[in-house]
């Protein structure tokens, strides 16, 4: 192979597809994935401090602030198995690319939707706004194709972590990103969103020109190139009732983020004298991207942790960080500090939840299930979040915040009680039995 040639010619001639290869391509494929979710994080930050706030404003009800953060899941959901069923077929690359590029469409649909004052029209925009969530998603799977049982959940979780570059500035932008959109004559609230469009365009041209190798489709080529030859393969038991234990963790975590998340910049409002001048919306912004931080900052720690210390128990340590959040945003909702506290440890309790749930959903699924149920879990979760934010919006009215992080609690307990559902079994498992069924 020519120096310059680089791994794609290398794989694709088939030989050789030798470990130490694999190990280099993977390597390369986490710093991609991860440029990758820093500008994701970038667009995403932004889009979340004020989601809430300009569904306030266009609709003129509190209770449909929400209706942004739900909007995107719903969107992230819908696109969720599409996404995943266009990366089976054509690749991780070609899969995150489009995804990108949706939400780029509908950054410009949002922005457009507060020009004309429209509030469905804002609510579209922000529907393909998910597409990007979807990707985003999607990336830590990606992160994991060619990875090895050893390193997986530290692979998965350097990716998540990466996030928190963007997602941490992209929520302090809002005052310049303002301030910048009033000088070029753009609707108001809508200027941060220029750096938006230009970390996704920047994303697009990432994922599609540096994502190569394909890291889904080299890792089927590398399966495939070892049966052919004759190589002894040890099959992968397929564990369905820790598939879906993990399923549901993730599910239960991202939900809970989302309804308590969505609320507060409303909730800050209120307890901050209800304005939004500039000082309000800075505040907000701060809490937003210290929660972000706490979403992503350590989430190669639990990575580790989930390597070393196992997939559940990481889990359950997830569970008691996002029960300690509740009963501080509970107990200290008066207070702008309580809960600004109580949105970092959502965002800790998340994140250990995530990097071990996505991690045990992987091992524990055949080769032949694996990407379809990754596309289900990213449904599934997108779904509970998106029906997490409408409701809360609604329970924010009846019992107010404190009320909206005790009820979350239930979904906590939930995750607790069903983990003996990711007991691997006693009896040693065949090849033959486990080859998936369905």
Same mark, same amino acid.
């Given at each position: 192979?020519?120096?310059?040639?680089?791994?794609?010619?290398?794989?694709?001639?088939?030989?050789?597809?030798?470990? &130490?290869t694999i190990a280099r391509v993977q390597r390369r494929t986490v710093a991609v994935l991860s440029t990758g979710q820093v500008l994701g994080g970038l667009a995403f930050g932004a889009t979340i401090s004020l989601g809430a706030i300009l569904a306030r404003e266009l609709s003129g009800e509190d209770s449909m602030s929400g209706l942004a953060t739900a909007a995107i899941t719903l969107g992230a959901a819908i696109f969720a198995v599409p996404l995943a069923r266009l990366a089976r077929r054509r690749g991780r690359r070609i899969s995150l690319t489009i995804g990108m590029l949706l939400a780029l469409v509908g950054v410009v649909v949002v922005i457009s939707a507060v020009a004309i004052w429209s509030f469905p029209t804002l609510l579209a925009g922000f529907l393909l706004i998910g597409t990007g969530q979807a990707a985003n998603l999607q990336s830590r799977f990606a992160?994991?194709?060619?990875?090895?049982?050893?390193?997986?959940?530290?692979?998965?979780?350097? %990716?998540?972590?990466?996030?928190? %570059?963007? !997602?941490?500035? *992209?929520?302090?932008?809002?005052?310049? *990103?303002?301030?910048?959109?009033?000088?070029?004559?753009?609707?108001?609230? +809508?200027?941060?969103?220029?750096?938006?469009?230009?970390?996704?365009?920047?994303?697009? !041209?990432?994922?599609?020109?540096?994502?190569?190798?394909?890291?889904?489709?080299? #890792?089927?080529?590398?399966?495939?190139?070892?049966?052919?030859?004759?190589?002894?393969?040890?099959?992968?038991?397929?564990?369905?009732?820790?598939?879906?234990?993990?399923?549901?963790? %993730?599910? *239960? !975590?991202? =939900?809970?983020?989302?309804?308590?998340? &969505?609320?507060? /910049?409303?909730?800050?409002?209120?307890?901050?004298?209800?304005?939004?001048?500039?000082?309000? $919306?800075?505040?907000?912004?701060?809490?937003?991207?210290?929660?972000?931080?706490?979403?992503?900052?350590?989430?190669?720690?639990?990575?580790?942790?989930?390597?070393?210390?196992?997939?559940?128990?990481?889990?359950?340590?997830?569970? &008691? $960080?996002?029960?300690?959040?509740?009963?501080?945003?509970?107990?200290?909702? #008066?207070? +702008?500090?309580?809960?600004?506290?109580?949105?970092?440890?959502? =965002?800790?309790?998340?994140?250990?939840?995530?990097?071990?749930?996505?991690?045990?959903?992987?091992?524990?699924? !055949?080769?032949?299930?694996?990407?379809?149920?990754?596309?289900?879990?990213?449904? $599934?979760?997108?779904?509970?979040?998106?029906?997490?934010?409408?409701?809360?919006?609604?329970?924010?009215?009846?019992?107010?915040?404190? *009320?909206?992080?005790?009820?979350?609690?239930?979904?906590? &307990?939930?995750?607790?009680?069903?983990?003996?559902?990711?007991?691997?079994?006693? %009896?040693?498992?065949? /090849?033959?039995?486990?080859?998936?069924?369905?």
């Open positions: 192979m020519s120096r310059g040639a680089g791994p794609l010619t290398e794989l694709d001639g088939g030989e050789p597809r030798d470990e &130490a992160a994991i194709d060619l990875a090895t049982d050893r390193t997986r959940g530290r692979d998965l979780s350097i %990716v998540v972590w990466a996030t928190t %570059v963007g !997602a941490v500035l *992209g929520p302090n932008l809002v005052g310049p *990103g303002e301030a910048l959109g009033e000088w070029v004559g753009m609707p108001p609230l +809508t200027g941060p969103y220029l750096f938006t469009v230009v970390a996704q365009l920047l994303g697009v !041209a990432l994922y599609f020109f540096a994502l190569r190798p394909d890291p889904l489709l080299l #890792a089927a080529k590398v399966a495939a190139d070892a049966l052919r030859k004759g190589k002894q393969v040890i099959a992968r038991a397929d564990r369905p009732r820790a598939a879906v234990y993990a399923i549901i963790t %993730v599910a *239960g !975590a991202h =939900g809970v983020m989302v309804a308590v998340m &969505a609320m507060t /910049p409303v909730h800050l409002m209120h307890i901050m004298g209800g304005s939004n001048d500039a000082a309000t $919306i800075t505040v907000i912004g701060f809490t937003i991207s210290l929660h972000i931080a706490g979403m992503y900052g350590l989430s190669p720690v639990f990575g580790i942790l989930a390597d070393k210390m196992g997939r559940v128990p990481t889990i359950l340590l997830g569970q &008691a $960080i996002l029960v300690a959040s509740l009963l501080t945003a509970a107990l200290g909702q #008066a207070s +702008t500090t309580a809960v600004t506290i109580a949105l970092v440890l959502l =965002g800790l309790g998340w994140s250990a939840s995530t990097v071990a749930g996505s991690t045990l959903l992987t091992e524990a699924s !055949a080769e032949e299930l694996r990407t379809r149920r990754q596309g289900r879990s990213d449904l $599934i979760m997108s779904l509970v979040a998106a029906a997490g934010a409408v409701m809360a919006g609604v329970v924010l009215g009846w019992v107010g915040f404190g *009320g909206l992080a005790l009820i979350a609690l239930v979904i906590v &307990a939930l995750v607790v009680v069903l983990s003996p559902l990711a007991r691997k079994p006693r %009896v040693p498992v065949t /090849p033959s039995e486990a080859l998936p069924t369905a």
